[in-house]
């Protein structure tokens, strides 16, 4: 079975810039979060869509933002791009809402530089 | 606040060595912990994970983990590690808001001498 997958896998964008991010889940899972990972950090929240309904949202600005289809894929929105905002975007999936008993599957990432 | 922390961001061990990564947690009930490794350009792939019962959970290649809650603690070790190991290895809890939303550490990078 393919994993989660991820377009593009690089990106470069000028400050000011608009973005989108795309993700598609494993066949099955309902459930689809986004995560950011700046260089030398771990990886910090940023969503979570479950049945296409936003179930939790991290500490970042309302310049993200994202939306989940019938297909249950899943995009992710970057307005007014900074400088800040170059990353390492991941994408995981799951079958339930919690990760209790279903543990998120990582996709390779889209690295994102803003220059 | 939920919190990981990660204390050795470097570790260099010898191809063979044995290996213990660290992570201590802050968390006021029982925690669900997860141990993944990120290969350089990868994404995330888990090595094993927490919910409850044996503190010792076993997980693929060859890696184990032991929960300690008097220490607040969740221990990676390998008894012999290969050359392939050398990667970032993230330890993470899981936030008691009860969505999939996962609060890592910094990550330990593990290089592999031969």
């Known amino acids: 079975d393919a994993g989660v997958t991820q377009s593009p896998t690089h990106l470069i964008k000028t400050r000011g810039q608009h973005v989108t991010l795309r993700c598609s889940p494993i066949?099955?899972?309902?459930?689809v979060s986004w995560y950011q990972q700046v260089l030398g950090q771990g990886p910090q929240f940023i969503f979570q869509?479950?049945?296409?309904?936003?179930?939790g949202r991290g500490n970042f600005p309302d310049r993200f933002s994202a939306r989940q289809f019938p297909n249950y894929s899943s995009e992710l929105n970057v307005n007014a791009l900074l400088l800040g905002d170059s990353a390492l975007y991941l994408c995981?999936?799951?079958?339930?809402?919690?990760?209790?008993?279903?543990?998120?599957?990582f996709g390779n990432g889209t690295r994102l530089t803003v220059t | 606040a939920q919190s990981v922390t990660q204390p050795d961001i470097h570790i260099t061990v010898s191809e063979g060595a044995s290996l213990e990564l660290r992570c201590n947690y802050s968390y006021g009930a029982t925690p669900y912990l997860f141990w993944y490794v990120q290969s350089p350009g990868q994404g995330l792939q888990l090595l094993l994970k927490y919910f409850s019962g044996d503190t010792l959970v076993q997980g693929i290649k060859g890696f184990e983990a032991e929960f300690k809650r008097s220490q607040s603690s969740f221990n990676l070790r390998k008894p012999s590690v290969h050359w392939s190991d050398a990667a970032e290895y993230f330890c993470?809890?899981?936030?008691?808001?009860?969505?999939?939303?996962?609060?890592f550490g910094a990550g330990t990078r593990l290089a592999v001498h031969p």
């Open positions: 993470a809890v899981e936030y008691s808001g009860g969505y999939n939303k996962l609060i």
């Open positions: 869509y479950y049945e296409k309904e936003e179930r």
């Open positions: 995981a999936s799951s079958t339930r809402q919690g990760v209790n008993n279903s543990p998120l599957h």
């Open positions: 066949s099955g899972h309902k459930s």
